[in-house]
């Protein structure tokens, strides 16, 4: 098991945007769906958004229309554009490999990555 690598979280001001960055082996991007959540303090994590190896995609309701999941064969890499943040969306962001059941559930990943903090400002 090798944990993925989260990268890319900052501070931006509310209406900024972020690229957030999950790096995989290559063995896990060739064969696993990856999910993305986040962990706001005092809070549960929550599922954000989800890709196929065919790239398709599902995404919580809160991101509709202001998150976009990609992935890049190239750099073994998925990536979660973040526009349109608001200070709502202040949160530890996650990405893990998809190995069983529901995309929606925490326990249907492994090889959690230490995560990225993400932090909007009013």
């Known amino acids: 098991q090798v944990p993925l690598v989260e990268s890319g979280g900052g501070l931006a001001q509310a209406g900024g945007s972020l690229r957030l960055s999950c790096t995989a082996s290559?063995?896990?991007?060739?064969?696993?769906?990856i999910g993305w959540f986040r962990q706001a303090p005092g809070k549960e994590r929550e599922f954000v958004a989800w890709?196929?190896?065919?790239?398709?995609?599902t995404y919580a309701d809160f991101a509709k229309g202001r998150f976009t999941v990609s992935r890049d064969k190239a750099k073994n890499t998925v990536y979660l554009q973040l526009d349109n943040l608001k200070p709502e969306d202040t949160a530890v962001y996650y990405c893990?490999?998809?190995?069983?059941?529901?995309?929606?559930?925490?326990?249907?990943?492994?090889?959690w990555g230490q995560g990225t903090q993400v932090t909007v400002s009013s």
């Open positions: 290559e063995h896990t991007f060739d064969n696993y769906a």
């Open positions: 893990a490999k998809h190995s069983r059941g529901s995309a929606f559930y925490l326990s249907s990943y492994d090889d």
């Open positions: 890709i196929t190896l065919m790239s398709t995609f």
